[in-house]
């Protein structure tokens, strides 16, 4: 089992630009997750899905869209990149009603 | 107020010593709380988790102490090692959802 996978593993965009990032995961899990880490910030949510064609917000969902058509797969799209935006992605997944987050290797993504 | 206050930034210890990272929080709607370790590099993965219900909780060299009227608990890592070496996040899960609160993060660093 590959657990969770996500492309790519590095990004540098323009200010503007759009992108998708990419995550997948084969443990056939219900619930998926899109945070980011910063330093000094801590893991913050920024959307979720508790399954396949289902998504919701998290804590810091401006300027991320999110979509979930196949359950083992999660996007995450910048619509115009923002400096702002420059972070550590990690997508995550778990079973319903289960603590346990199994997370990804990340992306390390860099807008300019 | 849904905040985990993690404690401290950073952390240096020398092999064979404990590190203890501490965490606080406010919301008394907090059901569990896992701690997770992340390598440079790596996504963060679960490494021990205690509910409230119980005080103390030792897996191997790391142990979960947890105070309920404080609203506090730790991380002891006990024996350190420089494989220990690693930024750990406390969380805290809100009751009744699944949603995380995580730290702001510890970078241990374990000197031989």
């Known amino acids: 089992n590959a657990g969770v996978t996500q492309t790519p593993k590095f990004r540098v965009l323009k200010t503007g630009q759009s992108m998708t990032l990419l995550c997948a995961q084969d443990?056939?899990?219900?619930?998926m997750y899109w945070y980011r880490q910063d330093p000094g910030m801590g893991l913050r949510l920024i959307h979720y899905s508790v399954g396949e064609g289902t998504t919701a917000k998290g804590e810091v969902p401006d300027g991320y869209n999110v979509s979930r058509l196949k359950k083992q797969n999660f996007l995450l799209g910048l619509e115009s990149a923002a400096p702002s935006q420059t972070s550590v992605y990690f997508c995550?997944?778990?079973?319903?009603?289960?603590?346990?987050?199994?997370f990804g290797p990340g992306t390390r993504l860099t807008v300019l | 107020q849904q905040q985990v206050k993690q404690s401290p930034q950073s952390l240096i210890v020398q092999k064979g010593g404990i590190s203890i990272i501490n965490c606080a929080y406010e919301n008394t709607a907090f059901d569990y709380f896992p701690w997770y370790q992340q390598f440079p590099g790596k996504g963060p993965a679960l490494l021990i988790a205690?509910?409230?219900?119980?005080s103390e909780k030792k897996e191997g060299r790391f142990t979960i102490s947890f105070n309920k009227s404080a609203k506090q608990f730790s991380l002891h890592i006990m024996d350190s090692q420089p494989g220990d070496s690693a930024t750990y996040f406390c969380a805290a899960r809100v009751n009744p959802t699944d949603k995380l609160i995580f730290g702001t993060g510890t970078r241990l660093q374990v000197f031989p």
């Open positions: 443990m056939n899990h219900e619930y």
């Open positions: 995550a997944s778990s079973y319903p009603d289960m603590s346990e987050r199994f």
């Open positions: 205690i509910r409230p219900d119980v």
